[in-house]
T-cell receptor, first 112, second 112 residues
Framework: EDQVTQSPEALRLQEGESSSLNCSYT??????LFWYRQDPGKGPEFLFT???AGEEKEKERLKATLTKKESFLHITAPKPEDSATYLC?????????????FGKGTHLIIQP | NAGVTQTPKFQVLKTGQSMTLQCAQD?????MSWYRQDPGMGLRLIHY???????DQGEVPNGYNVSRSTTEDFPLRLLSAAPSQTSVYFC???????????FGSGTRLTVV
């Protein structure tokens, strides 16, 4: 059974204080690992897709990395508008099945 | 280009009532799926479709029916609503060429 575990559950940072969110996964045949941002009352918003160990993607203050067992979302010098819940998900391969397996998310608060 | 459109945004049902949650996408995506999001549980896959006329079950399919008669539409039916189906429901779609899903803004359903 595919599993995704995110840590920490919640994180409070001061504006400008860099940190990392963790996503560890167990999956049979990884097709892709995804990071989403979710604001209250909204649907998940796509951030990154990572396909293979060693891959890195960047967007503004966010950088996602991938190893064979986990992914990190690094947040550099965050601003209050980066406050959101960050979701990690995996797409497993095999058998024609589709859909994502999600972690429970990390609730990030950036204080001015 | 509206993306993924879900209606209604909010709904209150009585136990035993039936209803259909609508989902439409205008991106000509082959793959579509439905998720429910509950506090402390993360997003869980209900049903998915890999093309018109083809659907399959996800992690939590009991109590829900789907059909896919067109590429654009993927409705989710609750035949006899139960309080355990109180949740926020998200529809998502992706093209065949990559695994990144685009999500709708959700339907908040309360069953009393």
């Amino acid at each position: 059974e595919d599993q995704v575990t995110q840590s920490p559950e919640a994180l409070r940072l001061q504006e400008g204080e860099s940190s990392s969110l963790n996503c560890s996964y167990t999956v049979s045949g990884l097709r892709g690992l995804f990071w989403y941002r979710q604001d209250p009352g909204k649907g998940p918003e796509f951030l990154f897709t990572l396909y293979s160990a060693g891959e890195e993607k960047e967007k503004e203050r966010l950088k996602a990395t991938l190893t064979k067992k986990e992914s990190f979302l690094h947040i550099t010098a965050p601003k209050p508008e980066d406050s959101a819940t960050y979701l990690c998900a995996v797409q497993a391969g095999g058998g024609g099945a589709d859909g994502l397996t999600f972690g429970k998310g990390t609730h990030l608060i950036i204080q001015p | 280009n509206a993306g993924v459109t879900q209606t209604p945004k909010f709904q209150v049902l009585k136990t035993g009532q039936s209803m259909t949650l609508q989902c439409a996408q205008d991106m000509n995506h082959e793959y579509m799926s439905w998720y429910r999001q509950d506090p402390g549980m993360g997003l869980r896959l209900i049903h998915y479709s890999v093309g018109a006329g083809i659907t399959d079950q996800g992690e939590v399919p009991n109590g829900y029916n789907v059909s896919r008669s067109t590429t654009e539409d993927f409705p989710l039916r609750l035949l006899s609503a139960a309080p355990s189906q109180t949740s926020v429901y998200f529809c998502a779609s992706r093209p065949k060429s990559n695994y990144g899903y685009t999500f709708g803004s959700g339907t908040r359903l309360t069953v009393v």
